[in-house]
């Protein structure tokens, strides 16, 4: 349609018609197969026909049979034939799942991420999907939130990376969305990750510097991929609701970002505008959300129940409500769904793409690129003839694709029990525990199975059941019953190899004494078991790195790489009293952020600046030789930080500016260079301009955030 057409289409409809397009219910509503009872637990859900038949959009089903219905039904009621938009959450991929995007983030390669969400938008298009609800662009810091699982992690730049991949890859090229693809929608607008004590919806306060400067590169990077859609947060931004939250939403995103896409509130969001306390009722909270911004009320009655009424009694604008109407059937026609509601959809075409052999094996490669060795005390890799015990809750356990698999395949997916059989010709097998509970019977069970090894492979973590949304903890380690497991693992003095299968930063703390070798799998999606056993048998040279801190204890908690100064930093080494410390435990994190081991190793030389002073113009060169020093060939993620020393306000000990992946062969040295340019110098002052400081930089260039100081370089940014 032309935009003319559109705004025809818009002036023919009725005050309900336009707030049903403004209205997203649940997929359950739709069907009559499906039980239509209230799907929220927590807001009465009484929908009627007329609400059904209004709607415009609807949340998380799937099937190209089922869909197609749906839309048929929906067109034969609908008086001008406005087709619904099918929207679900396809996070990690559709039926074809990748690792969780924590585990994402560890690849260090944004390519790699676009291209598995070219695959996850193919299948979920085929399936008859029209938006999904990704990427989720929040900065985390506190492994407690469940939700670190959706995030790339702690960093700003790489977070930014990532997001614009996904937009990539889901929407492809262009304002229109071709029939492979699907819409995008970047969340949770703004600085959900920093939810107070990592609980859930819990309370957001910031300032506004840090939230321009640490929290809102990621969903920028997503805005200039061209994100059709941005979902609002369930906290408070200023201590306003971003959901009602019109300097947010209509000051910052539409008017200085220019983002003319569609805001959809998140899952019920503005009905809890009343328990937020910033409106008396479903009305208030109806109004406050229409005028700060907000165009679709997902699975909340407020819009529904209220803006007609409103409107009657000029309480809102109708401008206000034309705006938002026409966004939506703007998106509905840049989808084509206004030449073919069905977008070329067949059940045939489902069937041949939905996890097509190409996808897995995909799958696989990028679950391989995920996995990070925390720890290898020269027991990794294992040979295929060594008699192998594998041991544990994650032994045969089908829980590998992670929180948001919806369309995933549980009971089609590979156990590491399996890939073992497949790949070791002298394994055993034993449970030893259960996830939770202790279980005497498994463990002696176990002991016997250990007796007869030469080496114990230990299958450990935490379920899908522990992480995700609304699943926080107060404490973040391994259950009691599995580190008893690996301690008595560890007391028959075989070598103990840990893979650890879970959807946050634990605390190992009490662990990694037990374990000789811990190789982080995270939950590592449909091919993560095979992905495993490529990685401890040496056919694939681990080269993940963490982006995201594993503490040394909860209280540790806020612990992230790109921290800022203090007036007392404790100097290396120094135990004394008056400095920023803890008292029993040190400063550093248990793993840090961009740290990840292979079975090869790295050494840095070299390093050099082209200049010692830069006038901030064209760029300065840092370069670094970096060499194999093992015997085989590896993959190392060279990283480039930089400190600024004297700052207008205090500043990271550290950011990352900057980082190259490369495949090295035993022996081989590469020198690698990284051009330093000036916005890489730039922040957000007081303020709040954007700009950089004259005096002194310090630059680390290394394989992980941690560089000896007599290893960084420094030059001096001299301004004219
Ligand atoms: C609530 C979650 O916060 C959000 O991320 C998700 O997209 C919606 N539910 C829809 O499932």
Redesign the pocket.
């Known amino acids: 349609m032309t935009e003319e057409q559109l705004q025809a289409l818009l002036q023919e409809m009725t005050t309900a018609e336009k707030v049903g397009q403004l209205t997203q219910f649940a997929g359950a509503f739709y069907s009559e197969q499906e039980d239509s009872t209230p799907v929220t637990g927590r807001i009465e859900f009484p929908v009627d026909e007329e609400m059904i038949k209004q709607s415009g959009s609807v949340?998380?089903v799937a099937g190209a049979t089922k869909l197609a219905a749906i839309q048929r039904e929906h067109l034969k009621k609908s008086r001008l034939g406005v087709p619904l938009l099918f929207m679900a959450?396809v996070i990690n991929g559709y039926e074809t799942i990748f690792p969780i995007p924590l585990g994402l983030g560890a690849t260090w390669e944004p390519d790699l991420i676009e291209k598995l969400q070219t695959i996850s938008a193919k299948e979920a298009a085929s399936a008859g999907l029209h938006i999904s609800?990704a990427p989720?662009a929040d900065l985390v810091r506190d492994p407690r939130w469940g939700r670190v699982m959706e995030s790339t992690g702690e960093d700003p730049f790489l977070n930014g990376l990532f997001a614009a991949a996904t937009v990539r890859g889901l929407q492809g090229e262009g304002s229109l969305i071709a029939k492979d693809r699907v819409g995008a929608c970047v969340?949770?607008f703004a600085a959900y990750g920093l939810a107070e004590g990592g609980r859930d919806y819990n309370t957001v306060d910031l300032s506004e510097r840090e939230l321009r400067d640490k929290h809102l590169p990621a969903y920028e990077a997503a805005l200039d991929a061209g994100v059709k859609l941005v979902?609002t947060a369930?906290n408070t931004v200023h201590s306003i609701p971003a959901t009602a939250n019109s300097a947010l939403l209509r000051d910052l995103l539409r008017g200085e970002l220019q983002f003319d896409g569609v805001i959809i509130s998140?899952?019920g969001a503005v009905q809890e505008l009343i328990p937020h306390g910033v409106a008396e009722n479903e009305a208030e909270a109806a109004k406050k959300a229409l005028e700060a911004g907000v165009d679709i009320d997902?699975m909340s009655l407020a819009y529904t129940h209220s803006l007609a009424a409103l409107l009657d009694k000029h309480a809102i604008d109708s401008a206000l409500l034309d705006e938002a109407v026409l966004r939506v059937l703007q998106l509905k026609n840049e989808l084509g769904l206004f030449e073919d509601p069905y977008r070329g959809v067949s059940p045939q075409k489902e069937q041949a793409i939905v996890g097509h052999p190409s996808h897995h094996a995909f799958a696989q490669t990028v679950a391989e690129k995920s996995m990070v060795l925390l720890k290898n005390d020269n027991v990794l890799p294992l040979t295929k003839e060594t008699t192998v015990a594998l041991i544990g809750p994650y032994a045969d356990n089908q829980d590998l694709l992670g929180e948001w698999s919806i369309f995933g395949k549980p009971d089609q997916t590979t156990t590491l029990k399996q890939a073992f059989q497949g790949h070791f010709a002298h394994a055993m097998y034993a449970t030893g525990s259960h996830l939770y509970e202790r279980d005497e019977a498994l463990l002696t069970e176990a002991t016997m199975v250990m007796e007869q090894a030469d080496c114990l492979v230990l299958a450990l973590g935490e379920g899908k059941d522990r992480s995700g949304?609304g699943r926080s903890r107060s404490s973040i380690t391994l259950a009691p019953c599995q580190i008893e497991l690996a301690r008595l693992a560890k007391e028959t003095g075989k070598p103990v190899i840990v893979a650890l299968f879970n959807a946050r930063p634990l605390d190992l703390t009490e662990l990694e004494p037990y374990a000789d070798a811990i190789l982080e799998c995270w939950h590592p999606g449909s091919e993560g078991a095979q992905a495993a056993v490529a990685l401890l048998s040496g056919e694939v040279n681990p080269s993940g790195k963490l982006t995201m801190s594993f503490p040394r204890a909860t209280g540790q908690i806020p612990v992230y790489y790109n921290a800022y100064q203090t007036g007392r930093p404790l100097p290396p080494g120094s135990n004394e009293r008056f400095f920023s410390r803890y008292i029993d435990i040190p400063n550093e994190p248990l793993y840090p952020f961009g740290y990840g081991l292979s079975y090869t190793s790295f050494s840095y030389s070299n390093r050099s600046l082209s200049a010692v002073e830069w006038d901030g113009s064209a760029s300065l060169t840092v370069s670094v030789d970096v060499t194999n020093t093992g015997k085989i060939d590896g993959v190392e993620t060279v990283q480039l930080y930089i400190q600024d020393l004297v700052g207008e306000v205090v500043r990271p000990v550290k950011e990352l500016k900057s980082f190259q992946k490369i495949t090295l062969s035993p022996g081989e040295t590469r020198t690698i260079t990284f051009e330093i340019t000036h916005d890489m110098l730039q922040y957000y002052h007081s303020d709040l301009t954007y700009a950089s400081d004259s005096g002194q930089f310090r630059v680390y260039v290394n394989g992980s955030s941690v560089c000896e100081q007599e290893n960084t370089l420094t030059f001096s940014l001299v301004k004219s």
């Open positions: 949340l998380g959450d609800f989720m969340k949770h979902m369930f998140d899952f997902m949304e």
